[in-house]
């Protein structure tokens, strides 16, 4: 389902004197479909970028990224949206639509795919409601605390239940029983057979639901299996 | 549970009610329709003015008949039917009298005009339909019963007309491209500035699978009923003076030398096409913002990945 091949990714700086970083260097790896993978590594180690570059909000400065098949290099400017629609993305700090109440927000993927009315109103009151957001259903991000805003960001990421589900440390800013449900959450929708890779710098939450492991540290990968 | 306070399936997912300064370019669009459609309808009057002068000048000739190239034996009355006699196009003749010519030349002789003892020619007022066939057909008609004899149609006029016509279209072309300019030109801004200031969602929505022309489509729908209705504001606007123009005009017009005119009577100066001109504008002007929204959001969006 996702594959990378020698990929490696670097930041030009925008002065001249200053040189390029290197965020992933050589970094090799084939997640089949089914699957459930953690990338673990520290800050800066270059795990968002991986979600990033499958997403296809990113290129690789080398290498190859195939995700469903496609090369994200060669992928027609057309064919992006219907291949996005078909992934979850949760990034840490991800941004809600500020106008728009929580129930909007998370109709929108559903909105997006010209799903009916009527299912978008039952599939999102149900997520809402598993969320524990029932109450807050007309409000908007701005009335909502970092752990509503952040169950929010993970419900309208797997609303449309996405066949690859990219999660950035999911269980930033939750209780350890709102992260008990999320990692539930996402094992039942591996379970329901969609690919999860999610990154985190916890090994200890890597624990909690086996899977396959990447490790990234300085940049390179050092470890997948 | 009831769901009362969700809002309808057409939500604003990229809040572009806000981001779009909706009144600044209504204001902006109103101002150009209101000076296209005077530019519109002073193209179209002076064109159907041009045309109908243009036409009573071809269909006006004058005949000089020297005296003594009559038909023998022909008098005043004889001398018109000569002429009418099987000839297609000619509407009608009157033959100007002896008295009516003096009159004429008295104007440059003077009152001593009838004591140099010269022979009047004859002169006919001809009115022709028909154009150049009839007066083919009248001066070959004229060379076999009076040699001698000379047709004036007014040429002079009738060049000038047509030089006036073409400067009117030429101008009105010139401005009508200037105001398509300034109308792309506000339009490319506005969804620059609508643009800049949704960056952010754009790339939340693109991220989500919203393709380029869903996008387009949000702005280019966001612009259309406004910029349409900026064109019947305008129009309308400007038909009242375009109205107010004819009035002050009407002397030029054959309907306008009828006596006082009613409102019926005076909208009946101005063309019809000049009347449907304000909802042709505003097709025109949505049609421009649609495309150019479409056209600016679909390149400023090839910067997204």
């Known amino acids: 389902m996702v594959r990378f091949e020698s990929v490696s990714v670097e930041y030009r700086r925008d002065s001249a004197q200053e040189a390029s970083r290197d965020v992933l260097r050589n970094v090799s790896f084939n997640v089949s479909t089914g699957s459930f993978w953690w990338i673990l590594g520290g800050a800066g180690t270059g795990k968002t970028t991986i979600l990033r570059l499958i997403n296809m909000s990113r290129r690789p400065t080398r ?19 219907r291949l996005r629609r078909q992934i979850g993305i949760i990034l840490q700090n991800g941004q809600l639509a500020p106008h728009l109440s929580a129930f909007d927000n998370v109709a929108l993927p559903l909105r997006l795919q010209r799903r009916s009315e009527s299912q978008v109103r039952a599939d999102v009151i149900e997520m809402l409601r598993w969320m524990g957001l029932m109450s807050k259903l007309v409000s908007l991000p701005c009335d909502l605390s970092d752990s509503e805003r952040q169950r929010l960001l993970i419900a309208r990421a797997v609303i449309s239940r996405p066949r690859l589900i990219l999660a950035d440390e999911p269980t930033a800013n939750l209780d350890d029983n709102q992260t008990e449900r999320i990692i539930h959450l996402l094992s039942e929708l591996h379970r329901l057979g969609s690919t999860v890779i999610i990154a985190s710098h916890s090994e200890a939450l890597a624990d909690r639901c086996p899977g396959s492991v990447i490790i990234l540290s300085h940049n390179i990968l050092k470890d997948a299996g | 549970m009831q769901l009362i306070s969700l809002r309808p399936t057409r939500i604003d997912e ?8 909706s009144w600044t370019t209504l204001a902006a669009i109103t101002g150009l329709a209101f000076l296209a459609m005077l530019v519109g309808a002073g193209w179209i009057s002076s064109n ?57 030349l008295r104007r440059w002789l003077g009152k001593e005009i009838m004591e140099f003892f010269v022979p009047l020619p004859t002169v006919i007022s001809v009115h022709i339909t028909g154009g150049g066939g009839s007066v083919a057909a009248l001066t070959e008609r004229l060379a076999q019963q009076a040699p001698g004899s000379i047709v004036r149609i007014s040429d002079t006029l009738r060049t000038r007309l047509r030089a006036f016509a073409r400067c009117i279209e030429l101008f009105a072309r010139v401005t009508l491209i200037v105001v398509v300019t300034i109308t792309t030109t506000v339009t490319v801004m506005t969804t620059h500035s609508a643009l800049a200031r949704r960056r952010d969602l754009i790339d939340l929505v693109h991220q989500l699978g919203a393709s380029d022309g869903y996008i ?54 101005l063309p019809a096409s000049v009347l449907f001109l304000p909802l042709a504008l505003s097709l025109m002007i949505a049609i421009i913002g649609y495309g150019t929204t479409q056209f600016t959001v679909r390149i400023w969006l090839l910067r997204l990945l």
């Not at chain 1, 469903?68 to 057309?78: A, H, L, Y």
């Not at chain 2, 990229?14 to 300064?21: E, M, P, S, T, V």
């Not at chain 2, 109908?52 to 004889?78: F, H, K, M, R």
């Open chain 2, 14 to 21: 990229l809040g572009l009610r806000r981001a779009i300064d």
């Open chain 1, 63 to 81: 290498g190859e990224v195939v995700v469903f098949g496609v090369s994200t290099d060669s992928v027609r400017r057309s064919v992006m949206p």
């Open chain 2, 216 to 269: 387009a489509c949000r702005f280019a729908n966001r612009g259309l009923a406004p910029y349409f209705m900026a064109g019947i504001i305008g129009g309308q606007l400007a038909l009242s003076v375009v109205f107010t123009f004819a009035v002050l005009l009407s002397p030029l017009s054959i309907k306008g030398l009828a006596g006082i005119l009613t409102v019926d009577a005076a909208f009946s100066l």
């Open chain 2, 48 to 104: 159907d003015f041009t045309r109908d002068s243009i036409c009573d000048c071809e269909s006006a000739a004058t005949i000089l008949i020297p005296s003594g190239s009559e038909p023998q034996g022909a008098s005043g009355d004889t001398k018109i039917e000569f002429l009418l006699m099987g000839l297609q196009g000619v509407e009608w003749v009157r033959a100007l009298t002896d008295e009516q010519i003096e009159d004429l």
